[in-house]
């Protein structure tokens, strides 16, 4: 059976869903507009039998570091190699541009591959989750003004400046946009989005652990959602400790990964979470 690769559009999208309902995954049709509209020509699918039986996806921050997610294959084509085409044509496509560092966050079953690409783990991460009677969402008051400065913190411990995308992401969700300040300072900031399946908690920086319980706590009581995602830095020497206190189970494992030379790490060690496996 021929399969045919192409630039993903936004008449994809509703065939993206269907793969990413496919695999369980909690992403919506507006994070698959984010894509498209960070680096609509990063972005792609493969066609068989005249539907779409895959896609993968890329964002580039600052020219200096690209994500690659959404590297999705429908169940019926697997083991035919599309998943990896698709991985090696969003990789020419930032080689050909001169993207020196790429990341990702594999699955233990994806890891293996992404080695023999020459993808190394940088360091691990779990996707924690939560189940819970429906609560009352308590009304809350956005943080325009603190934007900002969540911005530009969230681009030293990122490693890289991500504003337009985690602007979008406090356009959809204000109410999860969170900060605490000490001293006339922000010392912690969170953000928020609303999956098709969970609402989800991260980026979430706090470095003691009165304030990261302040900032989840605040998170759970803006959020009317029955089942909420956290992917917590393994590493993080207060995360596990604190989601477990409130009723979090562990999910599943993954791996950040990175090809090319690592400039630009960030400060890992200061997230209690990240953002998503699909943006980093």
């Not at 993903?8 to 509703?14: E, H, L, P």
């Not at 003691?208 to 909420?228: G, K, M, P, Y």
């Amino acid at each position: 059976m021929e399969v045919h690769y192409r630039g993903m559009t936004r008449d994809d999208i509703r065939a993206g869903m269907r793969l990413k309902d496919l695999a369980g995954w909690n992403q919506t049709a507006r994070d698959w507009e984010r894509f498209l509209e960070a680096n609509p020509e990063g972005c792609f699918v493969a066609e068989a039998s005249g539907r779409i039986v895959g896609t993968s996806a890329s964002i580039v921050y600052e020219r200096r570091l690209a994500w690659v997610g959404m590297v999705l294959v429908d169940p019926e084509f697997r083991r035919r190699g599309i998943g990896l085409r698709l991985l090696d044509i969003v990789l020419e496509f930032l080689d050909a541009r001169h993207i020196p560092t790429v990341k990702l966050d594999a699955t233990p079953e994806g890891r293996p591959i992404y080695e023999r690409r020459g993808f190394v783990a940088e360091y691990a991460i779990e996707r924690w989750s939560l189940e819970r009677p429906t609560p009352p969402a308590r009304p809350a008051e956005p943080l325009p003004a603190l934007l900002p400065t969540i911005l530009k913190m969230d681009c030293e411990v990122f490693g890289s400046d991500r504003s337009w995308l985690l602007s979008s992401v406090d356009r959809d969700a204000p109410e999860f946009t969170l900060a605490h300040e000490a001293g006339g300072h922000v010392v912690a900031y969170a953000l928020g989005r609303h999956g098709s399946r969970a609402d989800h908690l991260g980026p979430w920086m706090a470095a003691t652990e009165s304030v990261a319980e302040e900032i989840l706590d605040n998170f759970l009581r803006r959020s009317a959602r029955q089942t909420i995602f956290v992917d917590l830095v393994k590493a993080h020497p207060l995360a596990e400790k604190i989601l477990r206190s409130r009723g979090f189970v562990f999910s599943r494992p993954l791996a950040r990964m990175v090809r090319g030379p690592n400039t630009h790490p960030g400060c890992p060690e200061l997230l209690s979470a990240v953002l998503g496996p699909e943006f980093g």
